[in-house]
């Protein structure tokens, strides 16, 4: 099969995609990321990367945070890629979350951050089921997903890409403390869909969502005061176990 | 917030590096290391890199050899940005704790060229108290990789090392070939709380070059290809307090 890699800068930044499969890499997440001079140079900048070729062990990489009594096997799937199947238990609010050990980020000024991961949601009936996924002081803890179709927290730094039982979207939500600032509709969701969910971080004040390697409205965003895990995970509606099959999560930023 | 990355020759080996967010890449031990090639080929070399977002249990990547009582700290990736293990010994005199790769992984041995780097925090429970050592040391990670009472690293290995006696207020560097090592003690002061990048680049021949911060030591040692291969390792030593060590991350590339 022919490839053609090729050199890309943009923002200073160099790096390498293929014009034949991967053109749309020159408008993603990634396009202005200093990913090879933070592999050349570890003291640049941090790298994180699960592509959930392994399982996802609680102490290890991940830490689960749930309610007891789902049946659904966490498994790593026999699929192509590396996909991870993450269940929460059906009853109404029950929910289970993986989130990194440490709150290893931070969005501050002159740390810009790239964020992105790619997964599926098949709900269990039509809008049902509830998932998230993001970098949140806190995040992964109970109620990640507020009960009731409420959001995510009242109160963290960070963001979360996230859909409530009901919705036919994926919202993106921004927040320092108390304050945040939501793109309700920031995606139409179908079932079973995979979809590419990637955020931009400038350093500055700038935080800017992709979606399938598309850039989406901005949001200003003041340097946070809390660093945060990063997280994913599932609740339920109470109409049935639901699973959210993680594809990757990678996060790059300035140390 | 604009970056300006940059090729780099040096030592025939290309390299990446961003003038405006690196520009001390240029003099730092990863210059001359080969590593986009080894990431193209892994035939060519080994890249070991613990960057501590994942919590370090025993026998896994890492081996928790620890004598005396349960430190009170908590061993435990921190909520700092970054990635941060902080790792912990109890406060009796001469407890340690060390984190030893599982396997003696690496040799300085001709043409098997090797770069190491880690960088990490070590902030004492008082005035020049408590011992840490990082470095690539046979048989490391065993009780005593640190001697008791002050008396050095491993009275016998190959390898070398970066460490701190309590008292010192210095970061020295050792080399090793069995019972003769080589060691300079002042060339890089030690402030607790202040983080410190040390590295050490070996060429494959005779020579161990040592960094800190970037900057090539004006001392750098003769070593003679070593008869055994070395653990990675890291820890901490107490000479009457908890200490612990902050580790924010550890690479080694070698030629394979």
């Known amino acids: 099969m022919l490839k053609q890699t090729r050199s890309f800068w943009e923002d200073g930044a160099l790096n390498f995609y293929d014009e034949v499969l991967n053109h749309a890499f020159k408008v993603g997440v990634w396009s202005k990321c200093p990913y090879w001079a933070i ?34 096997t966490d498994v790593v799937a026999d699929t192509v ?39 599926t949601f098949t709900n269990s009936g039509t809008t049902a089921g509830v998932f998230c996924v993001g970098i949140a002081s806190g995040g992964g803890g109970a109620n990640t997903m507020q009960d009731t179709e409420a959001g995510p927290f009242a109160n963290y730094d960070g963001f979360y890409f996230y859909k409530q039982s009901g919705e036919t979207y994926i919202s993106f939500e921004s927040s320092l403390a108390g304050a945040q600032v939501t793109n309700a509709a920031f995606q139409a969701f179908t079932s079973g869909d995979t979809y590419r969910l990637g955020v931009y971080y400038d350093g500055v004040t700038t935080i800017t969502p992709y979606v399938n390697g598309v850039a989406g409205t901005a949001h200003t965003m003041a340097t946070n005061t809390s660093e945060g895990n990063a997280f994913f995970g599932v609740k339920s509606n109470g109409t049935a176990e639901e699973y959210l099959a993680i594809d990757y999560i990678k996060i790059v930023q300035l140390r | 917030m604009a970056k300006q990355m940059r090729s780099y020759w040096d030592g025939g080996a290309m390299n ?7 520009p001390e890449f240029k003099i730092g031990v990863w210059k001359t290391c080969p590593l986009l090639a080894i990431e193209c080929d892994p035939s060519l070399g080994t890249i070991f890199f613990d960057d501590f977002f994942d919590g370090v ?12 009582g349960a430190a009170g700290g908590s061993t435990v990736i921190a ?24 396997g003696e992984s690496w040799k300085l041995a001709t043409g098997k060229e090797l770069w190491f780097e880690s960088r990490f925090t070590f902030t004492n429970s008082a005035t020049t108290a408590g011992v840490f050592v990082i470095g690539l040391m046979e048989g490391a990670g065993a009780n005593l990789t ?5 008396s050095g690293p491993l009275a016998d290995y190959d390898g070398f ?52 911060d ?27 307090a908890e200490e612990y060590l902050a580790m924010d991350y550890i690479k080694v590339v070698q030629l394979r």
């Open chain 2, 161 to 212: 090392c970066f460490f701190k006696e309590s008292g010192d207020s210095y970061i020295s560097f050792e080399s090793s070939i069995a019972t003769s090592q080589t060691t300079t003690a002042d060339e890089m002061a030690f402030v607790s709380g202040t983080t410190y990048k040390v590295g050490a680049h070996y060429d494959g021949v005779t020579t161990i070059t040592f960094y800190l």
């Open chain 1, 39 to 72: 592999k050349c140079d570890p003291s640049f900048g941090t790298i994180f990367f699960d592509d959930f070729f392994d399982g996802v062990t609680s102490g290890d990489k991940w830490t689960v945070v749930e309610d007891a009594d789902k049946t659904g």
């Open chain 2, 214 to 240: 970037d900057v090539a030591q004006a001392t750098a040692h003769t070593i003679a290809a070593t008869g055994g291969e070395m653990n990675c390792v890291f820890g901490v030593k107490s000479n009457g």
């Open chain 2, 57 to 68: 249990v025993s026998a896994d990547k890492w081996t928790i050899v620890t004598t005396g």
């Open chain 2, 16 to 22: 990446f590096y961003d003038q405006a967010g690196n």
């Open chain 2, 146 to 150: 640190m001697q008791d009472d002050e």
């Open chain 2, 79 to 102: 909520d700092a940005a970054c990635g941060i293990y902080n790792h912990y010994c109890d406060g009796d005199d001469n407890d340690d704790s060390y984190c030893a790769t599982e």
């Open chain 1, 81 to 119: 890629c590396g996909v991870y199947h993450h269940y929460c238990d059906g009853d109404d609010n029950d929910e289970s979350y993986c989130a990194t050990q440490g709150e290893s980020w931070l969005m501050a000024t002159g740390k810009p951050l790239w964020f992105e991961t790619k997964l």
